[in-house]
């Protein structure tokens, strides 16, 4: 008989997090040691770190001169990157608590950590999001898997705070489907740190929210909203313009970020209008999901929101592939749809996916680096993932969205459930 006190078993619990956090931190920190880098995470660093210490604008000359200084030792010459802060004033929220020491080792190696930490979070949520339940052997290759294929460990050594964003966007999704529309209006709120990442998927959720009469998920979004863009402008008030004036600098340093863009420097003569009419036709197939979605439960609603991330991805919109770990919950929702649709099979279909995604991923990189005084990933790295999900989107959309066969398996379970 178990005699275990149950407050004994949290105190465990929260020694071995504790314990996984130090032996992380002291990990990443040797790592951060013997590997500069983490360039997508020091200007952010340094950026906030001046205006909590000196109350210096992050987009000002002088912390951009002093993030170019600490980065190449000198000021960026014409064509580098110029490591500028580019990110929403507000977002200094998210790395202000690492901005308390002057060790920039020490406080990538614990930003690291955070990173990691929402890796697992991500996953377990997913998980939970959709309801999939693999089993043991396939829920420990499933949490390898999360951790250690390609868009989950480029964006933690690089320090991106997508994996930030991914984490605020699941716990959106999941607040919208238990109905905790207030926590979801906030997660929505702050995934908004990269804009760029979230440009479809937050007027989605509020399309959808509206469709449903749902107002408490767009009050709380809205007065979220008002008091991360109204404080900014309490402290800088100049900040929107000067942030917008980095964002359109952006491109002018940084790698083809499109499709469009990636096709015209293959393809000089035919590239860029190929990139047009492939945003075109993406545009009026995500209108008529989003049509679809007026009114419709939240079956509907994840799907059509899982078709949107992908779709934000390759319509147009500037992007990275550090983004593409916000598409990590699509592959649970999609690995679950695929064991009710054919069972052992599915199960199958779900180790193969999984394999190959990590394997080709990987390999693709391997195979393609550009080996300069930078080494750089190809530009074919941004579309194998985007791509497979489309059209593994669109394969079961039928089976997930209309079937009657699916209805009646959802509806056993809920009876199921609730016996």
Known sequence: MNTTRPEIKVIAAVGLLLAVVVVLTWGNYQFALNNPGGSDFMPRWLGTRDFLTLGRSPYSQGTTRAIQRFFYGRTALAGEDQQ?????FYSMLVFAPFAWTDNYELARAIWMTTLE???GGIAFISLVLVEWQPKRKVLIIYLLFAFMW???VRPVINGNASVMVALFIVFTLFGVVRGNFVSAGIMLALSTIKPHMVVLFVPFVLWWALSRRELRLIWSFLVSMLLLVGGS??????WIIDNLRQIIAYPQYTLPGTPGAIFAGWWPDNGGRIGIW????LALLLLREWLAAYGKDTRWFLWTAGITLVITNLIGIRTATANYIALFPLLPLLFSLWEQRWQRVGRWLVLITMALLFIGIWWLFLATLIKAEQPTQHPLLFFPLPIFLFIAFYWMRYWSLVSRQYRIRETKKGLELAK
């Open 117 to 119: 930490l929402s890796l």
């Open 150 to 152: 390609y868009h989950a």
């Open 278 to 281: 492939l945003t075109a036709v």
């Open 84 to 88: 500028l802060f580019v990110y929403p």
């Open 233 to 238: 402008l309490l402290l800088d008030r100049y």
